[in-house]
């Protein structure tokens, strides 16, 4: 498979996927303790708080879309769709991705709605794209 620009992007939005994890769990650390936050949980906890509940949940949301943006993307590459429109469109699924955390994260409703049928659209052009259909 041919490296791209389409694949760093990729790699870029993947690698900060991964990483979307530390923020609750440092807040843990914070509120349990470090040796608590290994540990299993326990009903005794405080509770974890709304912001950090959210980015839980949005990490999570970025998980099950990353892996059909992975799959769609993948897919192009290796079908030689590349360039133009197609490097847009990833570039654009990052860009709402990074904005739908931050908005996820905040509690800012419509926004997250926003910014999260962005990236969905920004796949579903990719994978038409692919598909020959642009």
Same mark, same amino acid.
């Given at each position: 498979? =041919?490296?791209?620009?389409? &694949? ?7 690698? %900060?996927?991964?990483? /979307?994890?530390?923020?609750?769990? @440092?807040?843990? %650390?914070? *509120? *349990?303790?470090? +040796? ?6 326990? =009903? ?9 509940? *959210? #980015?839980? !949940? ?7 879309? /990353?892996?059909?943006?992975? #799959? ?5 590459? =290796?079908? $030689?769709?590349? $360039? $133009?429109?197609? @490097?847009?469109?990833? =570039?654009?699924?990052? /860009? #709402? !991705?990074?904005?739908?955390? &931050? ?7 419509? #926004? !997250?709605? /926003?910014?999260?049928?962005?990236? +969905?659209?920004?796949? &579903? ?10």
């Amino acid at each position: 498979m =041919q490296t791209t620009p389409e &694949l760093a992007w990729l790699i870029a939005i993947s690698i %900060f996927t991964a990483a /979307l994890w530390m923020p609750y769990v @440092l807040e843990s %650390f914070v *509120r *349990r303790g470090i +040796f608590a936050t290994m540990g299993n949980p326990s =009903q005794d906890d405080p509770p974890m708080p709304a912001w950090a509940e *959210r #980015a839980k !949940r949005a990490h999570l949301n970025a998980i099950e879309n /990353l892996v059909v943006f992975a #799959a769609v993307v993948l897919a192009a590459v =290796q079908m $030689g769709v590349t $360039g $133009g429109n197609m @490097l847009v469109a990833v =570039q654009v699924y990052v /860009l #709402a !991705r990074l904005a739908h955390y &931050l908005v996820y994260v905040a509690g800012i409703p419509v #926004a !997250r709605t /926003l910014t999260y049928l962005i990236g +969905f659209f920004a796949t &579903l052009f990719i994978a038409v794209g692919a598909l020959g259909g642009i």
